[in-house]
């Protein structure tokens, strides 16, 4: 990601997908500050956050959507869609959160 803000592109849209519950919560609002760097004004981060247990040998965080939505707002991100579903795998334990911030336009 810092690779990336240094590049000065910019996205429309970022895709997060079962990635941010491996951060930690420092690293969560370090990397939440960069992606909203790298967004356009009005672009998208699109991202899934998996709830369960953990496996064997993975380092996972328990993330809500709201502490998401929450900490996007602190760097000019607001949420715009929010959803849950069961695995599509059929994991009877795990359970998915989908979470859509936009940037918010500047003036």
Known sequence: LE????????????????????LD????????????ALL?????????LRHGPVPPGRRMFD??????IELGGRFGLRGIHQSAQDDAQGRPDVRWSFVILQRTRTR
């Open 3 to 22: 690779t990336l803000r240094r590049s000065q592109r910019r996205f429309d849209l970022i895709l997060l997908t079962a990635v941010w519950m491996h």
């Open 40 to 48: 356009r004004e009005c672009g998208l981060v699109s991202m899934s």
């Open 63 to 68: 993330v809500s959507a709201e502490e998401t």
């Open 25 to 36: 919560e420092t690293e969560r609002s370090t990397a939440m500050g960069t992606i909203a």
